[in-house]
């Protein structure tokens, strides 16, 4: 079995762990719920948002916060000056 580097370990421990990743990079809103009800329930939600937001992935859910979601949360940490421009 491959060693998994310390940073991903958290991903190990994700609720959508052996899920079908189509549920988490859908196409309508009603989509994004359902992929947010599985991240409400996850023990690394914090970790897996903040790793999209690190990494700017612009697609899917992750974290339980949708694209536009995870845009605004950028934007705020910018206009607060947690992050470069």
Known sequence: MHQVPDEYAWMLQGECRG???RAFF???GLGVEAA???CRGCPVQNECLEYALLNR???GVW???SER???RILRQRR???ALPG
């Open 19 to 21: 899920a079908d990743t």
């Open 26 to 28: 859908p196409s309508n």
């Open 36 to 38: 947010q009800r599985i």
């Open 57 to 59: 992935i612009d697609q």
């Open 63 to 65: 974290g339980g916060a």
């Open 69 to 71: 979601e995870r845009r």
């Open 79 to 81: 206009r607060a000056g």
